[in-house]
């Protein structure tokens, strides 16, 4: 295999074993090349014998319900895996038993690391700590305080939200909706985007809330909008905590024969590319790049290491981003 892909039998060895050593991009394409010519097929099972580990990571998820970051988050993942010979699973999360499930999964062995994008309350900081105490290595995408012993990436969502209701207010706007996420609504204290909401009204004292579920999907989103819309006192603005959510309120406004953003204003949240071709453009909060490159080299940077490195952390930036809707 060596000869036919023009490389040293090391090179082969560390580009099959998936050791992260520096192989040229070109070159690690050859000896893949040359190990499918030759029918090569590596005894996956021996190999996690010898090494004590499964070359699997797990990626856990609240829903597998095709968010748009965390599609981009799996591609990333699978990508970085993929040039360093791991799998991937991922683990729904969507109830108090799977998250249950899940921690015991992870706790028996059955991946080498776990990237954990926490969104929804069930799986809970108490949880997430004791996987942690075991010494899995770990990366969570969380604003939680109080996570040890794992890297943590935090998104200021908060600041941002508060930003696009301050823009909304110097507009004029004084009866702003809140379209939540199931798990906004739900919980004791505002949190992320909700409370960046509930914080600019408090500094204008604006007392009025309207806060309403719908935006986990975009059908509710739709008829969560339709009937805010359709009312005698209905809001001005609305702002949706993704959004999907968002240009469904687009549509609904539409729909009834009114105009954005004239009759009503429209934020949403996530900043995906699907704004860039509503109509109006959405105005959004969310990050400026979809990379999560950083991120996922935060974990194979534990999986490799010869001791546990220092809990990390990064922040990735949120701004808001003005567009035709508002």
Request: proline letters at 4%; one cysteine or more; aromatic letters at 4%.
């Amino acid at each position: 295999m060596a000869e036919l892909a023009n490389v040293s039998v090391a090179t082969v060895s560390y580009v099959l074993s998936g050791r992260d050593r520096p192989v040229a991009a070109e070159t690690r394409q050859r000896v893949l090349d040359a190990a499918r010519q030759l029918g090569y097929t590596p005894n996956q099972a021996a190999r996690s014998l010898r090494k004590r580990r499964t070359q699997r990571v797990a990626l856990v998820l609240s829903s597998l319900g095709g968010v748009p970051s965390d599609e981009r988050l799996a591609t990333d993942l699978h990508e970085m895996a993929d040039a360093r010979g791991y799998s991937v699973v991922s683990l729904a999360v969507d109830s108090e038993a799977r998250a249950a499930g899940a921690i015991d999964v992870l706790r028996g062995g059955f991946a080498d690391g776990a990237l954990v994008n926490l969104v929804a309350g069930h799986l809970t900081r108490d949880l997430l700590g004791g996987l942690a105490t075991t010494g899995l290595p770990m990366v969570v995408l969380s604003n939680e305080s109080g996570l040890e012993g794992c890297d943590l990436v935090r998104t200021p969502e908060m600041e941002a939200s508060a930003e696009a209701v301050e823009h909304l207010l110097a507009q004029g706007r004084r009866r702003i909706a809140f379209m939540a996420h199931r798990h906004e609504v739900y919980r004791d204290k505002p949190a992320g985007r909700l409370l960046g909401y509930t914080t600019a009204l408090d500094r204008h004292g604006v007392s009025e809330r309207i806060v309403t579920a719908g935006a986990d999907d975009r059908v509710a989103a739709y008829q969560t909008a339709t009937e805010l819309l359709g009312s005698p006192n209905r809001p001005d603005a609305i702002f949706a905590a993704s959004d999907r959510a968002a240009i469904s309120v687009i549509w609904a406004a539409r729909d009834l024969g009114l105009s954005v953003p004239g009759d009503v204003a429209v934020v949403g949240a996530g900043n995906i590319d699907e704004g860039l071709i509503s109509n109006p453009q959405l105005s959004t909060v969310g990050p400026l790049r979809h990379d999560y490159t950083d991120v996922v080299r935060l974990l194979f940077d534990r999986l490799q290491a010869e001791e546990p490195p220092p809990a990390r952390e990064i922040v990735r930036s949120w701004t808001f981003v003005r567009r035709g809707s508002s």
